[in-house]
């Protein structure tokens, strides 16, 4: 890797204070009646919450751990772009870049980081270390601002993370990985990229178009509910639906007019991420308090409420076109892992989960290599299943370094 300067985290005291400020002074509503969640979150969770965030949660014990690794801000092409990194310790360490979601955070990273870079301290073969590198995607977290860059997409992240590991750190051949937003990036460098890559593992596998087309903010793609279903089938359809319908509408249509609510209160962009934090992970011990502070903390410093959801509608309104017409689509090598919480209806076991994925129109896109389904874990998978993770990369990369 290129030498470059490190630059610690250190979020300014007064951006803090005023942060605090904005926390005693929220304005509350009633939410009356909303005991059982149906209405959102509810205000006795988050108001317990909130007041932690002003008077008890410790961010400075966050940012210690993080500059326990190096940090790094550097500019690719025009767009500022922090990075966190730690050296593999082995004989031969890869580069790995890892891309993140929303509402993910860098920090999603970091219970896989020293695993990866450092396999024997963690049971491992030192064969197997990589130099990892977790940037905030481009108008997330501390990869900001962005004014130059309205149009920023996926597809776009892609080209700045290929400049990022080619260009500015000077690696020939790179690996990648990635979950939710952060896959369809590493399925991108996949697609386009394949050549300077040794691999791929994502946490889901969606096809590059996905949010191409007139209703891309509909999951169901404007198709009824078929009749006579099952009813446990009927009703899984009902909750995926439910656990995506408003973040996919709202960020695709309106993120703009959504951004100046959250933006201007910590509260409300608390809120918002917060009901995708408790309704995509699997079960009610994935976050501590000071974990979900920690990432919303990371949002509201970087100012990255406004860049972070608008992606979402760039996806759509500069739709994913193809750089070459080969099949698969995405050639590189790819790894995928399932997890059991995001099983589609009428999928209840791992095996299932492989055996759905393989027979759907989305296979054919890739170059899979190493498919793996677990009975648990939900949407934010090195987080909440670290282990297998790391476990389920390894194997991916193991033949092909």
């Given at each position: 890797?290129?030498?470059?300067d ?33 209405y ?57 870049i ?40 481009p ?35 790179y ?30 596998a ?31 359809i ?54 979900v ?55 209840t ?53």
């Open positions: 890797m290129l030498t470059l490190q630059t610690p985290i250190q979020v300014p005291d007064d951006v803090l204070d005023d942060l605090r400020r904005r926390l005693n002074q929220t304005k509350w509503p009633l939410d009356a009646g909303n005991a059982d969640g149906f959102g979150v509810r205000r006795t969770e988050l108001q317990r919450l909130v007041e932690y965030w002003a008077d008890g949660y410790d961010w400075r014990k966050a940012e210690r751990a993080m500059n326990a690794y190096e940090q790094y801000r550097v500019d690719v092409g025009g767009v500022p772009v922090h990075f966190m990194r730690k050296a593999g310790v082995g004989p031969k360490p890869i580069p790995l890892l891309s993140h979601g929303w509402p993910w955070t860098f920090w999603h990273w970091s219970k896989v980081i020293d695993p990866l870079a450092d396999p024997a301290s963690y049971g491992g073969d030192p064969a197997d270390a990589y130099d990892v590198i977790v940037p905030s995607l108008g997330f977290g501390f990869s900001t601002p962005l004014p130059n860059q309205p149009d920023m997409n996926f597809w776009k992240m892609a080209d700045v993370w290929h400049e990022l590991m080619t260009g500015v750190l000077g690696y020939p051949k690996a990648a990985a990635g979950c939710d937003v952060g896959a369809l990036v590493t399925g991108q460098l996949g697609h386009k990229y394949a050549d300077e890559l040794y691999a791929i593992h994502i946490g889901s969606l096809k590059l178009d996905f949010f191409n087309g007139d209703r891309g903010w509909d999951l169901s793609g404007g198709n009824p509910i078929p009749d006579g279903l099952p009813p446990e089938i009927h009703a899984r009902v909750e995926v639906e439910r656990r995506f319908a408003a973040h996919l509408a709202v960020h695709v249509l309106h993120p703009s007019t959504l951004a100046y609510g959250l933006a201007d209160s910590p509260v409300g962009m608390l809120a918002w991420m917060l009901e995708r934090w408790l309704s995509w992970s699997d079960g009610d011990k994935a976050f501590t308090d000071d974990d502070l920690t990432h919303a903390t990371i949002y509201w410093a970087g100012n990255a409420i406004d860049t972070s959801i608008r992606t979402y509608a760039n996806n759509n309104r500069y739709p994913w076109t193809p750089s070459h017409d080969r099949t698969p689509v995405i050639e590189a090598p790819t790894g995928i892992t399932f997890v059991g919480y995001e099983n589609p209806p009428g999928v076991t791992p095996e299932q989960r492989v055996e759905h994925f393989l027979a759907s129109d989305r296979a054919a896109w890739y170059n899979h290599v190493n498919i793996t389904a677990h009975p648990h874990g939900g949407h934010f998978i090195p987080w909440e299943t670290p282990t297998e993770w790391v476990n389920d990369l390894r194997r991916t990369f193991q033949d092909r370094r």
